[in-house]
């Protein structure tokens, strides 16, 4: 069974792009949960998204945006990239995202903005 | 908002040892997860806890579930240099309407051979 696949690993922005993150759960999950992972603050919370609707939101600006495909893969968006967006963001998937199941996460996307 | 507070925040201990760290907070949980991560990759699940006063074993890996629900706690027994990393713990909030964890500051383990 294949895991959670994020795409790209690696990405390199200038201050004031925006950029597009990918997250493919695993086969049959409908959660996708998104988190911010930095040095200083750890792992916050972004959004969580359940067949095509957030059902959660962290404390985050609106520059963070996100959305579910009818396939459950999911994107988010950071439009005006700031220096401190620089992080580490994870994907988790679950089956239905009340825990039961677990999270499981994909390896990240390591974002750098310059 | 809910925080978590984890101990130690590092260990340097000895091949074979016994490790233990924990998890504590103001708030109630409904599930406590234990995650361990790796350089460069995403935190992996180690044992998942449901209810309070639950005690699960993963190898050589023992989680509890503390009956306030307030709490939790990891030991790994006989370390092994694979152990390193860094530990997470995580809590799902109650009335939760999906997919948001808390989670603690990690304690950085380091195993000595």
């Known amino acids: 069974k294949a895991g959670v696949t994020q795409t790209p690993r690696y990405l390199i922005k200038t201050r004031g792009q925006q950029v597009t993150l990918s997250c493919s759960p695993i086969?049959?999950?409908?959660?996708v949960s998104w988190y911010q992972q930095t040095p200083g603050q750890g792992l916050q919370f972004l959004f969580e998204?359940?067949?095509?609707?957030?059902?959660n939101k962290g404390n985050f600006p609106g520059r963070f945006s996100g959305r579910q495909f009818s396939n459950s893969r999911s994107e988010m968006n950071v439009s005006t990239l700031e220096l401190g967006d620089s992080a580490l963001y994870l994907c988790?998937?679950?089956?239905?995202?009340?825990?039961?199941?677990?999270?499981?996460f994909g390896s990240g996307t390591r974002l750098t903005v310059v | 908002g809910q925080q978590l507070n984890q101990s130690p925040q590092s260990m340097f201990i000895q091949e074979g040892e016994d490790v233990s760290m924990n998890c504590t907070s103001s708030?109630?949980?409904?599930?406590w997860l234990w995650y361990k991560q790796d350089p460069g990759e995403g935190p992996v699940l180690l044992i998942a806890?449901?209810?309070?006063?639950e005690l699960t074993s993963n190898g050589r890996l023992t989680a509890q579930f503390g009956i306030t629900r307030k709490d939790s706690f990891l030991n790994i027994s006989a370390s092994i240099p694979s152990d390193v990393g860094i530990y997470f713990c995580?809590?799902?909030?109650?009335?939760?309407?999906?997919?948001?964890?808390?989670f603690g500051q990690g304690t950085e383990l380091s195993v000595k051979p």
């Open positions: 988790a998937s679950s089956a239905s995202g009340t825990g039961r199941a677990g999270y499981t």
């Open positions: 086969s049959g999950h409908r959660s």
């Open positions: 998204y359940f067949s095509e609707t957030q059902r």
């Open positions: 708030s109630i949980f409904n599930t």
């Open positions: 806890l449901y209810k309070a006063g």
């Open positions: 995580a809590g799902q909030p109650p009335y939760n309407q999906g997919g948001k964890l808390i």
